[in-house]
């Protein structure tokens, strides 16, 4: 596995409409993204994208994690990334799937933080 860099920075709510209200009227992100199907909505932050996503979208029985964010590593290749972690014992949150512009999965840290894999289809990263 090769960590080529960091794709987006995180946070999960349980309102996205709510959320994104905040941080595009409030704070004044330039959203430039949101992808209604998977309730994930993009920001330009400068050097890097932040993201907002209600994780119901993925399983009903998700919840938001409250109190912090995520980091989204990018990958060669989600589907044998998590392959070759779930062979090293880690817990896979959610498995690899796609959306119109990636494929991503999850994982936990030891002290159970979410860790997201993220391959972008167009082969881009860290911006």
Not at 5 to 15: H, L
Not at 19 to 25: G, S, T
Not at 89 to 101: C, D, F, K, L, Q
Not at 118 to 123: G, I, L, P, S, V
Request: glycine share 8%; with cysteine.
């Amino acid at each position: 596995m090769n960590i080529r860099g960091t794709d987006f920075v995180m946070y999960q709510t349980s309102d996205i409409d709510k959320a994104i209200a905040f941080y595009r009227d409030t704070l004044g992100l330039e959203m430039y993204g949101y992808y209604e199907e998977v309730k994930w909505a993009e920001f330009n932050a400068g050097n890097t994208t932040f993201a907002l996503n209600d994780p119901s979208a993925f399983d009903p029985n998700l919840r938001a994690q409250t109190g912090g964010g995520a980091v989204a590593f990018s990958v060669e290749d989600v589907a044998a990334t998590i392959s070759e972690l779930e062979g090293k014992g880690v817990t896979v949150t959610v498995p690899a799937n796609e959306s119109p512009v990636c494929h991503f999965a999850c994982v936990l840290d030891p002290d159970g933080n979410t860790v997201w894999l993220h391959e972008r289809k167009d082969a881009t990263f860290g911006d």
